[in-house]
């Protein structure tokens, strides 16, 4: 994960949101500080203090945080990052953020390489925020400067909370898991299309963020038939209008194994994807 745009930025994101929404300006502050820890702390601390115990990263396999980032004396390069969108679950316990990273060996220095993350953070029982799943693509340097998230207003943050069960949308929420495994194990990635939310973003290593009906439908046109999996990790929100889940697909003829990452929402009381992010394995 990695910023493109220079040191003051921080100071105008911190001051974005004066009288924003507790819930969702939460995430946000945590986000800044998470990266600003990075930024002069380095990367292993920063990920070390940020990410949940029990917390997925995908370095491109699945691994957890102590796998990924346990090692002293760990990652020496300058890593920095910033929001470009974030959301929240109605009930306030899980949100998503998404954004540019640029990485370089070390502060003043060149980047050396650009991409997109996309994190999941939840609510801990003391009330502060840590990051549950974390992912990341690598691109080209974008054409234009990526603009900072500022959050919304109030009124955008109160959905409606869900009728269903949060259990009966976990059982939902695994079903589509399931029936999307089986249109891309017969269509590859355009089985995926009929699953995307209206405002879907599509993230592939070497490609930025696709987003809209013919940049996702060109991005997925790349992505092969194959096999079938089983998430590793699904959660839902208690308000049932949020959830994640993550994973590898085993390797088969037409391609090799990787790892993935969706966010969730429910549109029309139906679960649909929000972000899709696959990384190949070597």
Not at 148 to 157: G, I, M, V
Not at 227 to 239: G, K
């Amino acid at each position: 994960m990695v910023r493109l745009l220079p040191t003051p930025v921080w100071l105008l994101m911190a001051g974005v949101a004066g009288a924003q929404v507790p819930g969702l300006e939460s995430v946000h502050q945590a986000e800044l500080a998470f990266a600003r820890q990075a930024s002069q702390a380095g990367i292993r601390a920063a990920f070390l203090a940020w990410l949940a115990e029990d917390a997925r990263v995908f370095t491109p396999r699945m691994t957890t945080v102590q796998e990924a980032y346990g090692a002293a004396p760990g990652d020496s390069g300058h890593l920095v990052w910033f929001p470009e969108a974030m959301g929240m679950a109605a009930s306030r316990d899980l949100a998503w953020s998404f954004g540019p990273w640029t990485y370089a060996a070390g502060p003043g220095t060149p980047a050396l390489a650009h991409g997109h993350f996309l994190s999941v953070w939840q609510r801990q029982a003391t009330g502060s925020w840590k990051v549950v799943a974390d992912i990341g693509v690598p691109h080209a340097a974008p054409d234009k400067p990526i603009e900072p998230f500022a959050a919304p207003a109030e009124a955008t943050l109160r959905p409606a909370l869900c009728a269903a069960d949060p259990q009966g949308r976990g059982r939902a929420l695994r079903q589509a898991e399931g029936a999307l495994a089986v249109a891309r194990g017969e269509r590859g990635g355009p089985g995926l299309v009929p699953w995307l939310a209206r405002d879907a973003r599509v993230l592939r290593p070497g490609s930025p963020p696709a987003r809209g009906e013919g940049a996702i439908g060109a991005l997925l046109a790349r992505d092969p038939p194959g096999t079938r999996w089983e998430p590793a990790r699904l959660q839902v929100a208690p308000s049932g209008d949020l959830a994640w889940t993550c994973g590898e697909t085993p390797a088969s003829a037409r391609g090799a194994a990787a790892s993935f990452l969706r966010v969730w929402i429910q549109e029309a009381g139906v679960w649909k994807v929000l972000f899709d992010v696959r990384l190949p394995h070597p």
